[in-house]
Nanobody, 128 residues
Framework: QVQLVESGGGLVQAGGSLRLSCAAS????????MGWFRQAPGKERDFVAA????????WYADSVKGRFSISRDNAKNTMYLQMNSLKPEDTAVYYC?????????????????????WGQGTQVTVSS
């Protein structure tokens, strides 16, 4: 069982930066593949980024590639999303998620249905 708590959201102007954190409980955090998703009002929940337990790879949606950076610190049971050059279209509720599945392709970890555990979300609003 894993419990996830996001923090770090807020209001920022276009071009600004934010760093989201996802704190996880549970002794096996380092065995989970972790992901970030976001959901804008009236839209589906979309993949943003994911990172395997080792941190050896990172995967991104095309819309955030080059601007966002995902990382994790297994010693602190925490995952991060550094968001730079933010745009108004990045406005959404951001969720972190965890799955015990490992070793699959990135196409697997882009799917909402692949993840077993979700945080409550943190709001990110980018003003123009």
């Amino acid at each position: 069982q894993v419990q996830l708590v996001e923090s770090g959201g807020g209001l920022v102007q276009a071009g600004g930066s934010l760093r989201l954190s996802c704190a996880a409980s549970g002794r096996t955090f380092n065995m989970y593949t972790m992901g970030w998703f976001r959901q804008a009002p009236g839209k589906e929940r979309d993949f943003v980024a994911a990172i395997p337990w080792s941190g050896s790879s990172t995967w991104y949606a095309d819309s955030v590639k080059g601007r966002f950076s995902i990382s994790r610190d297994n010693a602190k049971n925490t995952m991060y999303l550094q968001m730079n050059s933010l745009k108004p279209e990045d406005t959404a509720v951001y969720y972190c998620a965890a799955t015990p599945s490992i070793g699959y392709s990135v196409s697997t970890y882009r799917r909402v249905t692949e993840y077993d555990y979700w945080g409550q979300g943190t709001q990110v609003t980018v003003s123009s």
